[in-house]
């Protein structure tokens, strides 16, 4: 049961996985598990990010769970609205299928996809104003951290939003720091590490608004059912950000689990 102020989250980002038939397996996995051994959305919110492509059939997936699983959008486009631009998928038409929720900043997308200030903060006012909730990724460099910059880098990325977030709005924001040498690498910051590092973004968020305590600081990178519980232990970490180990129904549940429970 939780005993903080913020309701934890535990979004599963599948990036460009799995294919249609493992899908509907981890979907009918996960709905079993939730089914036979419920974890209350109260005690933790849910969520999977699968492609663009299966984000409709997956939310009717879920829609027969025992509990709200929301489905999160991996990327939206830089331009809104309706039109002639081949390939994007703007917050109008994700808000138009009944998704709520989108990742942005991811590093995958700074990093392979250029994705800079500028795009990025095209991206969350459009999808602010589309009255989508931003899952912000930020999250430093190894390099950046041994260089004694990580928090440098971290609250810059934080601050580079607040030009676009107007007051209100920072209510639909969930900020996820992942450093980036943590990432898939099976390397997990110690929750030392994490803890001081949220502690942190805390600080900075209540320094940019009056709802800085409320907003949940997920943790991700290489977050697996063997570390969850002592990450999900630090007072400001409420939630994860999933990769890999989300390709798994009863790693996901179990992180889950970790979350709800710890809280
Ligand atoms: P990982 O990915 O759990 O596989 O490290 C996390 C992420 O990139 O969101």
Redesign the pocket.
């Known amino acids: 049961m939780s005993g903080s102020a913020v309701t934890p989250w535990v979004v599963g980002?599948w990036?460009m996985n799995p294919m249609q038939a493992e899908a509907k397996e981890l979907v009918s996995g996960l709905k079993e598990l939730l089914k036979n051994n419920p974890i209350k959305e109260e005690d933790c919110y849910l969520g999977v990010a699968p492609t663009m492509l299966a984000l409709s059939a997956i939310q009717a997936d879920f829609s027969s769970a025992t509990r709200v699983i929301y489905t999160v959008a991996q990327n939206v486009s830089i331009i809104e609205g309706t039109g002639a631009y081949t390939g994007e998928v703007s917050a109008q038409l994700l808000q138009d299928q009944q998704i709520k929720f989108v990742l942005i900043g991811?590093?995958?997308r700074r990093e392979i996809f250029s994705e800079n200030t500028p795009i990025l903060n095209q991206k969350v006012k459009h999808a602010l104003a589309a009255d989508l909730t931003v899952i912000y990724?930020v999250g430093e460099s190894l390099q950046q951290r041994e260089n004694g910059q990580a928090e440098q880098v971290v609250l810059q990325q934080i601050c580079d939003i607040a030009s676009v977030v107007q007051a209100e709005q920072w209510q639909k924001i969930v900020i996820?720091y992942?450093p980036i040498w943590?990432?898939?690498?099976g390397k997990t910051a110690s929750p030392e590490d994490a803890q001081a590092m949220h502690a942190k973004i805390r600080e900075g968020l209540t320094q940019i608004t009056p709802f800085g305590a409320q907003i949940a600081i997920l943790y991700?990178?290489?977050?697996?059912p063997e570390n969850a519980v002592e990450l999900a232990a630090c007072p400001d970490i409420n939630g994860a950000?999933?990769?890999?180990?989300?390709l798994n129904a009863e790693s996901f549940y179990k992180i889950a689990q970790a979350f709800a429970h710890t809280k």
């Open positions: 980002n990036k991811h590093s995958e990724c996820a992942e943590a990432i898939g690498t991700g990178g290489s977050v697996k950000l999933v990769g890999g180990a989300s």
